[in-house]
């Protein structure tokens, strides 16, 4: 959405605690964290705010990863680069 404002977190924990403080509609989330396995920050910030759309993005997940992400509850799953 154009005008609309973008953060950046570069770990897991970041990602989480801004959850906290912000009104996000959509999280693109990267599987590989350097802290947090993206399938455990998912399932932590839709048990806290389940009205967020996040979309999954990797470089290095398979089907299986896939099929976890969205039984977690991800609207999406995306393999790097993304173009």
Request: negative net charge; proline residues 5%; charged residues 30%.
């Amino acid at each position: 959405m154009r005008g609309k404002p973008c953060d950046v977190a570069f770990d897991g924990k970041t990602a989480l605690d801004s959850l906290e403080t912000s009104a996000y509609r959509v999280m693109l989330l990267d599987l590989r964290l350097p802290d947090i396995h993206g399938t455990e920050v998912l399932r932590r910030a839709l048990a806290t705010r389940p009205d967020l759309a996040v979309v999954m993005i990797t470089a290095h997940g398979n089907s299986e990863d896939e099929a976890e992400c969205r039984e977690i509850g991800a609207v999406g799953f995306m393999r790097k680069p993304v173009m």
